[in-house]
Nanobody
Framework: QVQLVESGGGLVQAGGSLRLSCAASGRTFSSYAMGWFRQAPGKEREFVAAISWSGGNTYYADSVKGRFTISRDNAKNTVYLQMNSLKPEDTAVYYC?????????????????WGQGTQVTVSS
């Protein structure tokens, strides 16, 4: 079992940047595919980005491609989401998720573990 704790959210102006972190407990973090999802008020939770256990494969939603970068440091049991050129429509609660698998799913129902979320608000 793994526990996830997100941090790094906040209020930023449009065009600005934030880096989210997700710290995982447990000794087998490097066995987990990791994903970032977000949920805006009144909307369903949607896929943002995902990374394979090794960090060698990354995937992005079209809406964030070229602006967001997912990465991980297995020595620190942490996955990151660097968010640049932020837009008001990026405003949401951001969640990290984990699945012990080689595959890197993009569906929210495929992940087993979730953090509590961190709020990102982008002002115009």
């Amino acid at each position: 079992q793994v526990q996830l704790v997100e941090s790094g959210g906040g209020l930023v102006q449009a065009g600005g940047s934030l880096r989210l972190s997700c710290a995982a407990s447990g000794r087998t973090f490097s066995s987990y595919a990791m994903g970032w999802f977000r949920q805006a008020p009144g909307k369903e939770r949607e896929f943002v980005a995902a990374i394979s256990w090794s960090g060698g494969n990354t995937y992005y939603a079209d809406s964030v491609k070229g602006r967001f970068t997912i990465s991980r440091d297995n020595a620190k049991n942490t996955v990151y989401l660097q968010m640049n050129s932020l837009k008001p429509e990026d405003t949401a609660v951001y969640y990290c998720a984990a699945l012990r698998a080689i595959v890197v799913p993009q569906g929210r129902d495929e992940y087993d573990y979730w953090g509590q979320g961190t709020q990102v608000t982008v002002s115009s």
